[in-house]
Each structure stands twice: as structure tokens, then as C-alpha cells.
């Protein structure tokens, strides 16, 4: 996940490279790192690639005018959340229309000539910076669990997507986990539920700390969590889900220091080659390893398969 | 108490009159108001050469450009006169009513571009 402290990135697309170097050089004291480009065709491609909080916009450009810039970056889902402040020497009342229509967020006339010119230039960028920051906070926050700090349902759900697609375009192989506490409902009823939160928690620290950077950590609901793992396959899961599973067990809880805790876990990798597997058919899979694996004595990790007509679940260390 | 006519200062070239940049003393901008003033004489250069080989559209171009960029770098006299030029080309462009006056103001101004990209200085 991008960090949100990183200085935000504001993409300039404007023709003349006097007006990079003048934009540049205003904008130094701002918390801001300003990304230039001299063409709408260049700058498009750079907007969904760097992701930048906001783009400052001319409209006068050879070949692909700002008009059709704005427009091309409305249309792609990647870019249509950037707000985008058009800078324009020519500021009629029809262009200024005509940018609003098509969602641009701001229109500041394009002069650096004085120092008003350049404080309101610095302060409808701020503006517009810090709608875009508290906008990515609350996206954030609506996708986090509270207690654990991990990702949520919400998340969860994206991101399976994400990764599934990714999947099914370039075959990387995939691994789901879900990961569920053991007899979590007896330790809320004999410890309360403070107690119950602390296990949380520190399942949550421990799913996180033997996660990689690229991988995903969610908590799906309750005590279950869940571990997406891009470019890694079943047997390597196994490893992360053991990991996790003997960490748990190892772990003393002061509250009950006379009862440890475990878990089960249900996996399954990339479905066999040849095999159309759904994304929800693929979690399903791990569910139904998950399921394995409690009713066959629970503490265990069980790989499941992905597959229409899925073979018998193997059993895992 | 009049004046002594003989000690007063010579009458001034105005042409030859360096041109600062208002942004000269701002730490800020003065490693691009350098580049700038560096430039300038390639700029010089682009701007003779159109117009002796009488490309009005990058005439035009040129003269926007300086329109657009001078202000920005301490230098708003020569935006002006750029923007005059430009607004002449435009006119003339678009079949203009000026006659053979609308061309020696082109060329006035022309020259006041010149004269004034000359004069800047860092």
C-alpha cells in the first residue's frame, strides 16, 4: 500500500518547457514533486503510470489539445479520480464551461508573472492536494480493520479480484490462504472479550510479520483471515501457512498463559493447467480445505485445488 | 534653482539599456532565470532566421512562446512585445485589413522584439 505521508505527485502537461522550469522552480517549497511532460499522448501514459494526486493542466498543445486530454483522462477508470486543474493563457468564459463540463476541478489562468499570480496558483493546488489526501485517507480507513490494522472484508474483496485478473492475464502462479482461530468462541467465553481481542491482534501481527510486501493480509470477518499470495504456489504456501500455524502455537498469551492458541488453515494454489476456475470457485476451494482441516483435528494446514471437478483434498504436515 | 544644461547627463540609447530580470535577487529563480538569459541568443537566432525566410506560423510560435514565458522569468517587457507581435501575425493571418501598414508594423514590432531580446541580461 502507497504510504500516505509520501510527497504527493503533481503531474505538469504543458507544451513548453519554459513553463516546466517556471512551474518547477515556484513549486519547490511545496510539498509537492512536480512530474512534467510536453504532450498530452506522453502525458496520459504518465498519469496511469505514476498515479500523480493531481494534474495541471494547458489546453493550448499541438496534436492532442488539453480539451481531449481532460476527456481521455475522465474515460479511464485508472485516472478519472485524479483531480485535474486546467492552466490556461486564454481564459474565455467558453473554455472555462466547456473544462467544467468535462469534470476538470479547477481553471487558473496561466501567468507566473507576479507574485498574486503565483500565490493562487500554490493555493488552489494546496486545495486540491488536500482534498485528494483526505479523500485516499478515508478510502483507506473504509478498507481497514480496526482492531487488527489489517485490511478488511472491503479490501479483501478488491483485491482478490486484483489478483485473480492478474492471474488469468499473465499465469503468475497464486495461492489463497484462510486462516481460522481455533475454538476462538471458548477463549471469548472463558477469558472475555478483551481476551479475545488480544488474540486477535496478535494473530494479526503474526499474520503480518510472516507476510511479504506483496502479499495480502486481511481479516475476512470474526476470527477468520485470509492471505492472498501473489507469485507463489501451493508448496511454498505451505511453508507461510506452517509458519504462521507454529508461531501461534509458540505464542504465550499473559492473560491465559495455561491455554495457547491455534489455528487451522485451508489453502489452494494456481487450478490445474487446462481447468477454468471463477474467482469465487477458487475461494471456495480454500473454504472447503479450511473445513478440512477442522474436522480432521484442527492445528493443521490442508492444500486444497481449484477446479471444477476438484480432486480428493490432500493433507499437509 | 534651474538646471545647468551642461551637467546633465548625455542623452540614453535606449536600445542598449540592460534589461534585469525582476526575479534577479530570488534564490529561488535564479538558476532558470540564467538558463533563460543564456538561451536568449539562440533565441536571437531562431527569431532572424524565420523571419528571413518568412515562416509566419513559427513566427507566430516563437513570439507566443516569448509571450508566455517572459512574464515568468522577470522579463514582462519583452511579453508584452511579444504578444503584440503575436496578435499582429494573427491579424494578418486572417487576411487582415492593415495593407501595407499592417506590414511595417509587423516589422516594427519585429524589430522591438529583437531589440528587446538583446537587451536582457542576467
Known amino acids: 500500500m502507497e504510504p500516505i505521508d509520501a510527497k504527493p505527485k503533481l503531474l505538469l502537461i504543458d507544451d513548453q518547457e519554459d513553463i516546466h522550469r ?4 515556484r513549486l519547490r517549497h ?4 512536480v512530474v512534467v511532460s510536453s ?4 502525458g496520459l501514459a504518465l498519469a496511469k503510470s505514476q498515479r500523480p494526486s493531481a494534474i495541471l493542466l494547458d ?8 480539451f481531449a486530454v481532460l476527456r481521455a ?18 481564459s474565455e468564459a467558453d473554455d472555462k464551461v466547456m473544462a467544467f463540463d468535462l469534470g476538470a476541478a479547477d481553471f487558473v489562468r496561466k501567468s507566473l508573472d507576479s507574485s498574486s499570480d503565483v500565490a493562487e496558483l500554490k493555493a488552489r493546488l494546496r486545495a486540491v492536494l488536500r482534498l485528494e489526501r483526505l479523500l485516499r485517507l478515508l478510502a483507506d480507513r473504509a478498507e481497514v480493520d480496526g482492531l487488527t490494522g489489517l485490511g478488511n472484508r472491503v479490501q479483501f474483496d478488491r483485491r482478490w479480484k486484483q489478483e485473480y485478473s492478474e492471474h488469468v492475464r499473465y499465469g503468475h502462479p497464486l495461492t489463497l490462504l484462510i486462516l481460522d482461530l481455533d475454538h476462538f468462541k471458548k477463549i471469548n467465553d472463558t477469558y472475555g472479550h478483551p481476551a479475545g481481542d488480544e488474540v486477535l491482534q496478535e494473530f494479526g501481527r503474526i499474520v503480518q510479520s510472516c507476510s511479504r510486501t506483496s502479499d495480502i493480509a486481511c ?3 470474526g476470527e477468520e483471515f485470509v492471505m492472498i499470495l501473489p507469485n507463489t504456489n501451493s508448496q511454498d504456501a505451505v511453508v507461510v501457512a506452517d509458519r504462521v500455524r507454529l508461531t501461534l502455537g509458540k505464542t504465550l498469551f499473559p492473560r491465559h498463559p495455561e491455554h495457547s492458541v491455534t489455528c487451522s488453515v485451508g489453502l489452494a494454489g ?33 492444500v486444497g485445488q481449484a477446479g471444477p471437478a ?8 | 534653482m534651474p538646471t545647468d544644461p551642461t551637467t546633465q547627463n548625455p542623452p540614453v540609447n535606449h536600445a542598449e539599456i540592460p534589461l534585469r530580470s525582476q526575479f534577479a535577487d530570488d534564490p529561488d529563480m535564479r538558476e532558470i532565470v540564467d538558463i533563460f538569459v543564456t538561451e536568449m541568443p539562440s533565441r536571437i537566432e531562431m527569431l532572424e532566421r524565420v523571419w528571413r525566410e518568412q515562416q509566419t506560423e513559427e513566427l507566430k510560435r516563437l513570439a507566443h512562446q516569448l509571450k508566455g514565458a517572459s512574464g515568468g522569468y522577470g522579463f514582462p517587457a519583452v511579453g508584452l512585445v511579444a504578444a503584440q507581435l503575436e496578435q499582429t501575425l494573427q491579424t494578418l493571418g486572417q487576411g487582415g485589413s492593415n495593407g501595407p501598414g499592417g506590414v511595417d508594423s509587423l516589422r516594427r514590432q519585429f524589430e522591438e522584439l529583437l531589440s528587446m531580446c538583446k537587451r536582457v541580461t542576467g
Do not use: C
Request: charged share 20%; hydrophobic share 45%; glycine share 10%.
Open chain 1, 30 to 33: 511545496e510539498q509537492v514533486e
Open chain 1, 39 to 42: 504532450s498530452g499522448a506522453e
Open chain 1, 270 to 302: 494456481t487450478p490445474l493447467p487446462g481447468t477454468m476456475v471463477s474467482a469465487e470457485q477458487w475461494v471456495e476451494a480454500a473454504d472447503k480445505a479450511l473445513y478440512a482441516a477442522k474436522h480432521g483435528g484442527r492445528n493443521r494446514v490442508v
Open chain 1, 310 to 317: 476438484a480432486p480428493p483434498v490432500a493433507k499437509a504436515g
Open chain 1, 219 to 221: 481479516r475476512f470477518g
Open chain 1, 73 to 90: 483522462l475522465k474515460a479511464e477508470p485508472l485516472t478519472t479520480n485524479i483531480p485535474v486543474v486546467i492552466f490556461s493563457a486564454n
Open chain 1, 59 to 66: 489546453l493550448d498543445m499541438p496534436g492532442m489539445d488539453g
Open chain 1, 22 to 25: 517556471l512551474v518547477t522552480a
